[in-house]
């Protein structure tokens, strides 16, 4: 089962705005990341936070988290034609010595120009 | 470097037929994750590896087998396809140890479809 829940499914908005995608998990976590998706490719790494951290910035990112509450949010500031894509958080935790990460179904990301 | 790579594309199968997925990293990493991805969804881990000739099942590994006899490659196998396992099926590595080497690279995907 997928443990992040992504919120909302898909997102609409005008060039320029801000942009913000939330992630629910449901048991404990070594960290939690963000991944982009266009259409058609691999998923590229946006970010990671640990899970001993509260707010993480990248560029025009920035990534919260609140594990009392299990929760992230992914704000993405002044959009752009090019942010246009899907956004999956993924949590990690660890597995026989590995990393796994679980992932949401993702948010898709429509910027307007 | 060409970072992770995948082989082929795209495949059409038929019901029963069989085939190899192969994934390629040229990062020297230890650790190697074969997902797939079904429409409107997150990926779901099939396998992984966690150094060369260790394999260990994932969240959905009925109907595969997999093989890491180089460290650099990561070999998919479907026995006899079924049509259920139509997705996109995508490949990532990364590197021991924590802190940003806990990030996954990910290859471009290999879509499939069974008929």
């Known amino acids: 089962s997928q443990q992040g829940e992504e919120d909302p499914q898909a997102l609409s908005i005008q060039e320029g705005e801000n942009a913000t995608m939330n992630c629910s998990y449901k048991?404990?976590?070594?960290?939690l990341q963000w991944y982009r998706q266009n259409s058609g490719r691999g998923l590229v790494h946006l970010i990671l936070?640990?899970?001993?951290?509260r707010e993480k910035h990248s560029g025009r990112l920035r990534v919260t988290l609140d594990t009392s509450k299990k929760s992230s949010s992914l704000l993405i500031t002044a959009s752009r034609a090019a942010d246009t894509a899907s956004y999956f958080c993924?949590?990690?935790?660890?597995?026989?010595?590995?990393?796994?990460?679980?992932f949401g179904q993702g948010t898709r990301l429509t910027i307007n120009p | 470097n060409a970072g992770v790579t995948q082989t082929p594309k795209f495949r059409v199968l038929k019901t029963g037929q069989s085939m190899t997925l192969l994934c390629a990293q040229d990062?020297?990493?230890?650790?190697m994750y074969w997902y797939r991805q079904d429409p409107g969804m997150g990926l779901r881990l099939i396998h992984y590896?966690?150094?060369?000739?260790?394999?260990a099942k994932g969240e959905v590994p009925d109907g595969y087998n997999v093989s890491r006899l180089k460290k650099q490659n990561f070999l998919l196998g479907l026995e006899s396809a079924a049509p259920s396992q139509t997705s996109v099926y995508f490949c990532?590595?990364?590197?021991?140890?924590?802190?940003?080497?806990?990030?996954?690279?990910f290859g471009p995907g290999t879509r499939l479809l069974v008929l």
């Open positions: 048991t404990s976590i070594n960290n």
């Open positions: 990532a590595s990364r590197p021991t140890g924590g802190g940003a080497s806990e990030t996954q690279y």
């Open positions: 936070i640990r899970s001993n951290e």
């Open positions: 590896s966690v150094g060369e000739g260790t394999t």
């Open positions: 990062m020297n990493h230890e650790y």
């Open positions: 993924a949590t990690g935790s660890p597995i026989q010595g590995a990393q796994k990460l679980v």
